[in-house]
């Protein structure tokens, strides 16, 4: 099985990481890029494949985003399976996981998966249903990070909940009607931070097997933030304080 990713971060990052997986890279016709050639030189270094292709031909491969001039086919990932999490966590002294509940947008799973890596986050854990596929947009926006960071889809999230919990990880969820915010909550244990959807925040059940809720506190006219936009500032809040 094989898949296409594109832009230059994407492509980059699986390069450094899994140059195996490479079958062929194609390259915009006539494209003169300083941040492209140097990344075309180590394409062709690694022995793989580069072809030219016009606008159009990239254009419909990347089902019309934007691939500043570069769209590879590659083999398949590993696909994180939920039977995975516990070897996954077995050995971590501070586990630390975000779980994403609702999040449909491919864009703001990238975006999520993005902050996860930066931050240091041990894995990524959405529902089955009702979730965002890691597809070549959200590897795009990810910048790399779908390669680095497990991405586990579960069969019934608020089981899983359950489970991190028999393993004494603090699940906390956000909901803009927590009583305390993000900054009055101690991090410096095992924790898993679940984020809801935007506009609708997580579901009920999900909500219901949190140990904690808490908010973002909002000083301007906005209500909401961008469901990725709050995830880094939550994660990062977590980092300052476990770095403690």
Not at 1 to 19: K, N, T
Request: with cysteine.
């Amino acid at each position: 099985m094989s898949e296409i990713i594109y832009g230059i971060h994407a492509v980059q990052s699986l390069l450094e990481s899994d140059p195996q997986r490479f079958i062929e890279v194609f390259i915009l016709k006539g494209r003169e890029d300083r941040r492209l050639l140097p990344l075309i030189q180590q394409i062709e270094q690694n022995g793989i494949s580069v072809q030219v292709a016009n606008r159009q031909w990239l254009d419909n491969k990347a089902e019309g985003a934007v691939h500043q001039g570069i769209v590879a086919r590659v083999k398949e990932g590993r696909q994180y399976q939920e039977n995975d999490l516990p070897s996954l966590i077995e050995g971590l002294e501070k586990p630390f996981l975000l779980v994403l509940d609702g999040v449909t947008d491919p864009h703001n799973l990238g975006a999520c998966l993005r902050s996860a890596d930066a931050a240091g986050v041990h894995a990524v854990i959405v529902p089955r249903d009702r979730s965002a596929q890691l597809n070549a947009t959200a590897k795009k926006v990810a910048s790399g990070a779908a390669e680095t960071v497990p991405l586990i889809r579960v069969t019934n999230l608020a089981r899983t909940l359950r489970y991190l919990q028999e393993q004494n990880i603090w699940v906390v969820g956000t909901a803009g009607e927590a009583d305390h915010t993000l900054y009055q909550t101690k991090f410096s244990g095992p924790v898993a931070l679940v984020m809801g959807a935007e506009g609708e925040g997580m579901r009920r059940l999900t909500r219901e097997h949190c140990d904690e809720l808490i908010s973002i506190p909002m000083a301007g006219s906005v209500s909401s933030l961008n469901v990725s936009v709050a995830t880094g500032i939550c994660l990062f809040e977590m980092v300052r304080q476990r770095g403690e």
